[in-house]
Protein backbone atom coordinates (compact mmCIF):
# COMPACT_ATOMS: atom_id res chain seq x y z
CA UNK A 1 0.00 0.00 0.00
CA UNK A 2 0.93 3.63 -0.93
CA UNK A 3 2.05 5.85 2.28
CA UNK A 4 0.26 9.49 1.71
CA UNK A 5 3.77 10.60 1.27
CA UNK A 6 3.95 8.81 -1.74
CA UNK A 7 0.81 9.63 -3.62
CA UNK A 8 1.86 12.94 -2.73
CA UNK A 9 4.51 12.80 -4.66
CA UNK A 10 2.76 10.87 -7.45
CA UNK A 11 0.04 13.53 -7.82
CA UNK A 12 2.67 16.50 -7.98
CA UNK A 13 4.79 14.53 -10.67
CA UNK A 14 1.82 14.31 -13.36
CA UNK A 15 3.14 17.53 -15.16
CA UNK A 16 6.57 15.47 -15.54
CA UNK A 17 4.71 12.37 -16.68
CA UNK A 18 3.20 14.15 -19.17
CA UNK A 19 6.41 16.46 -20.03
CA UNK A 20 8.59 13.65 -20.17
CA UNK A 21 6.28 10.96 -21.91
CA UNK A 22 6.04 13.32 -24.97
CA UNK A 23 10.10 13.25 -25.14
CA UNK A 24 9.80 9.52 -24.84
CA UNK A 25 7.48 9.58 -27.83
CA UNK A 26 9.69 11.53 -30.15
CA UNK A 27 12.97 10.11 -28.68
CA UNK A 28 12.39 7.14 -27.66
CA UNK A 29 14.37 6.58 -24.37
CA UNK A 30 13.57 3.74 -21.35
CA UNK A 31 10.53 4.22 -20.03
CA UNK A 32 11.92 4.57 -16.38
CA UNK A 33 12.61 8.19 -16.78
CA UNK A 34 9.05 9.00 -18.06
CA UNK A 35 7.88 6.95 -14.29
CA UNK A 36 10.95 8.83 -12.30
CA UNK A 37 10.81 12.28 -12.04
CA UNK A 38 12.30 14.43 -9.77
CA UNK A 39 9.54 15.05 -7.66
CA UNK A 40 8.92 11.34 -7.19
CA UNK A 41 12.22 10.33 -6.39
CA UNK A 42 13.06 12.03 -3.18
CA UNK A 43 16.79 10.71 -3.62
CA UNK A 44 17.60 13.17 -6.30
CA UNK A 45 16.74 16.31 -4.16
CA UNK A 46 18.90 14.98 -1.54
CA UNK A 47 21.80 14.04 -4.14
CA UNK A 48 21.61 18.02 -5.19
CA UNK A 49 21.90 19.00 -1.38
CA UNK A 50 25.00 17.13 -0.79
CA UNK A 51 26.62 18.40 -4.29
CA UNK A 52 25.93 21.96 -3.45
CA UNK A 53 27.42 21.94 0.16
CA UNK A 54 30.48 21.55 -1.81
CA UNK A 55 30.03 24.76 -3.93
CA UNK A 56 31.70 22.82 -6.78
CA UNK A 57 32.93 24.83 -10.09
CA UNK A 58 33.36 21.96 -12.09
CA UNK A 59 30.57 18.96 -11.98
CA UNK A 60 30.21 15.74 -13.83
CA UNK A 61 27.34 13.35 -14.00
CA UNK A 62 28.11 10.41 -15.53
CA UNK A 63 24.48 8.25 -16.26
CA UNK A 64 22.56 11.64 -15.82
CA UNK A 65 19.96 10.42 -18.03
CA UNK A 66 17.26 13.52 -18.59
CA UNK A 67 19.35 15.19 -16.69
CA UNK A 68 16.88 16.33 -13.67
CA UNK A 69 20.35 16.55 -10.58
CA UNK A 70 22.99 18.04 -12.79
CA UNK A 71 20.32 20.67 -13.88
CA UNK A 72 19.50 21.95 -10.32
CA UNK A 73 22.96 21.79 -9.18
CA UNK A 74 24.34 25.37 -8.93
CA UNK A 75 27.93 25.61 -10.59
CA UNK A 76 29.38 27.40 -13.47
CA UNK A 77 30.67 24.38 -15.45
CA UNK A 78 27.86 21.46 -15.71
CA UNK A 79 28.55 18.17 -17.65
CA UNK A 80 26.09 15.49 -18.16
CA UNK A 81 27.15 12.13 -19.38
CA UNK A 82 24.98 9.03 -20.47
CA UNK A 83 25.24 5.78 -22.21
CA UNK A 84 21.91 6.41 -24.10
CA UNK A 85 22.04 8.67 -27.18
CA UNK A 86 18.32 8.88 -26.84
CA UNK A 87 18.27 10.11 -23.19
CA UNK A 88 20.67 12.32 -23.92
CA UNK A 89 18.68 14.08 -26.82
CA UNK A 90 15.93 14.50 -24.60
CA UNK A 91 18.08 16.09 -21.73
CA UNK A 92 19.43 18.58 -24.28
CA UNK A 93 15.59 19.11 -25.28
CA UNK A 94 14.37 19.46 -21.64
CA UNK A 95 17.22 21.68 -20.84
CA UNK A 96 19.56 23.38 -23.47
CA UNK A 97 22.74 24.23 -23.45
CA UNK A 98 22.62 25.37 -19.52
CA UNK A 99 24.25 21.90 -18.82
CA UNK A 100 27.01 20.16 -21.47
CA UNK A 101 25.12 17.18 -22.99
CA UNK A 102 27.04 14.62 -24.11
CA UNK A 103 26.65 10.62 -24.92
CA UNK A 104 29.65 9.05 -23.05
CA UNK A 105 30.14 5.68 -20.69
CA UNK A 106 32.44 5.71 -18.14
CA UNK A 107 33.83 2.69 -18.22
CA UNK A 108 35.31 4.82 -21.57
CA UNK A 109 36.82 7.76 -19.28
CA UNK A 110 38.92 8.69 -21.94
CA UNK A 111 36.44 10.53 -24.03
CA UNK A 112 35.05 12.12 -21.02
CA UNK A 113 38.39 13.26 -19.50
CA UNK A 114 38.84 14.68 -23.04
CA UNK A 115 35.14 16.60 -23.05
CA UNK A 116 35.59 17.78 -19.57
CA UNK A 117 39.58 19.40 -20.25
CA UNK A 118 40.01 20.06 -16.46
CA UNK A 119 40.15 19.08 -13.16
CA UNK A 120 36.29 17.56 -11.65
CA UNK A 121 35.28 19.01 -7.92
CA UNK A 122 32.23 16.60 -8.03
CA UNK A 123 31.72 13.35 -10.30
CA UNK A 124 28.30 11.94 -9.45
CA UNK A 125 27.33 8.30 -10.36
CA UNK A 126 23.74 7.38 -8.87
CA UNK A 127 21.13 4.70 -9.32
CA UNK A 128 23.03 2.94 -11.89
CA UNK A 129 26.35 1.71 -10.24
CA UNK A 130 24.47 -1.40 -8.98
CA UNK A 131 24.22 -2.53 -11.96
CA UNK A 132 28.21 -2.91 -12.41
CA UNK A 133 30.53 -5.42 -10.31
CA UNK A 134 32.63 -2.66 -8.17
CA UNK A 135 35.65 -3.86 -9.56
CA UNK A 136 34.69 -2.10 -13.09
CA UNK A 137 34.07 0.81 -11.23
CA UNK A 138 37.40 0.89 -9.54
CA UNK A 139 38.98 0.56 -12.82
CA UNK A 140 36.75 2.84 -14.38
CA UNK A 141 37.38 6.20 -12.20
CA UNK A 142 41.27 4.98 -12.05
CA UNK A 143 41.27 5.51 -15.81
CA UNK A 144 39.49 8.81 -15.03
CA UNK A 145 41.54 10.24 -12.19
CA UNK A 146 44.92 9.17 -14.64
CA UNK A 147 43.86 11.67 -16.82
CA UNK A 148 42.25 14.57 -14.67
CA UNK A 149 42.24 15.39 -11.01
CA UNK A 150 38.77 14.41 -9.90
CA UNK A 151 38.03 16.06 -6.30
CA UNK A 152 34.87 14.08 -4.37
CA UNK A 153 32.63 11.17 -5.96
CA UNK A 154 29.36 10.64 -4.79
CA UNK A 155 28.04 7.11 -5.53
CA UNK A 156 24.68 5.49 -3.95
CA UNK A 157 24.51 2.00 -2.51
CA UNK A 158 21.34 -0.21 -2.04
CA UNK A 159 20.32 -1.78 0.92
CA UNK A 160 20.73 -5.84 0.35
CA UNK A 161 17.56 -6.08 1.71
CA UNK A 162 15.95 -4.48 -1.76
CA UNK A 163 15.28 -7.21 -3.86
CA UNK A 164 15.56 -6.74 -7.82
CA UNK A 165 19.17 -5.03 -7.85
CA UNK A 166 22.46 -6.98 -10.01
CA UNK A 167 24.98 -5.82 -7.46
CA UNK A 168 24.62 -4.52 -3.44
CA UNK A 169 27.86 -2.76 -3.20
CA UNK A 170 29.01 -2.45 0.53
CA UNK A 171 30.56 0.76 1.71
CA UNK A 172 33.59 -1.27 2.69
CA UNK A 173 33.57 -1.30 -1.12
CA UNK A 174 33.14 2.87 -1.33
CA UNK A 175 36.34 3.12 0.83
CA UNK A 176 38.33 1.04 -2.14
CA UNK A 177 38.22 4.80 -4.04
CA UNK A 178 39.09 6.53 -1.09
CA UNK A 179 37.38 8.53 2.09
CA UNK A 180 34.02 8.34 2.57
CA UNK A 181 33.62 12.05 3.74
CA UNK A 182 29.69 11.98 4.64
CA UNK A 183 26.81 8.93 4.10
CA UNK A 184 23.47 10.01 4.19
CA UNK A 185 20.05 8.58 3.60
CA UNK A 186 18.65 8.72 0.10
CA UNK A 187 15.50 9.34 1.79
CA UNK A 188 13.60 6.21 -0.14
CA UNK A 189 14.28 3.28 2.01
CA UNK A 190 16.14 1.96 -1.02
CA UNK A 191 20.08 3.89 -0.98
CA UNK A 192 22.42 5.45 0.93
CA UNK A 193 24.79 8.41 -0.66
CA UNK A 194 28.09 8.55 -0.12
CA UNK A 195 30.44 11.48 -0.84
CA UNK A 196 34.00 10.08 -1.41
CA UNK A 197 37.37 12.25 -1.58
CA UNK A 198 38.86 10.39 -4.17
CA UNK A 199 42.54 8.74 -4.14
CA UNK A 200 44.27 10.23 -7.14
C1 LIG B 1 18.13 4.65 -13.57
S1 LIG B 1 18.82 5.86 -14.63
C2 LIG B 1 19.29 7.13 -13.46
C3 LIG B 1 19.48 8.47 -14.11
C4 LIG B 1 19.98 9.57 -13.14
N1 LIG B 1 21.25 9.20 -12.53
C5 LIG B 1 18.96 9.81 -12.06
O1 LIG B 1 19.14 9.32 -10.94
O2 LIG B 1 17.96 10.50 -12.37
C6 LIG B 1 20.40 5.14 -15.02
C7 LIG B 1 21.08 5.78 -16.22
O3 LIG B 1 22.47 5.39 -16.19
C8 LIG B 1 22.91 5.17 -17.52
N2 LIG B 1 24.12 4.33 -17.47
C9 LIG B 1 24.21 3.04 -17.10
N3 LIG B 1 25.48 2.61 -17.14
C10 LIG B 1 26.23 3.66 -17.55
C11 LIG B 1 27.61 3.86 -17.82
N4 LIG B 1 28.51 2.85 -17.70
N5 LIG B 1 28.05 5.07 -18.23
C12 LIG B 1 27.15 6.08 -18.42
N6 LIG B 1 25.82 5.96 -18.19
C13 LIG B 1 25.36 4.76 -17.76
C14 LIG B 1 21.69 4.54 -18.20
O4 LIG B 1 21.74 4.69 -19.60
C15 LIG B 1 20.54 5.33 -17.56
O5 LIG B 1 20.16 6.47 -18.31
Given at each position: MRSTADLFRLMRSIPDFRRYGHLQEEFGFDHWHVKSPYRRRPYKRRVVAVID????ETVVEIGCGLGEIICRIKAPRRFGFDLEASVIEGAKALHGSAVAFHQGDLCKPVAIAAIVGGPIDVLVAVN??????FDDIVTAIAGLTDRTPVRTLIIDTIHP??????HYHTVGDVRRLGDVTATVSGGDFIRELHAVRLSQ
Open positions: GFAPWPHMLPDRPGYQ
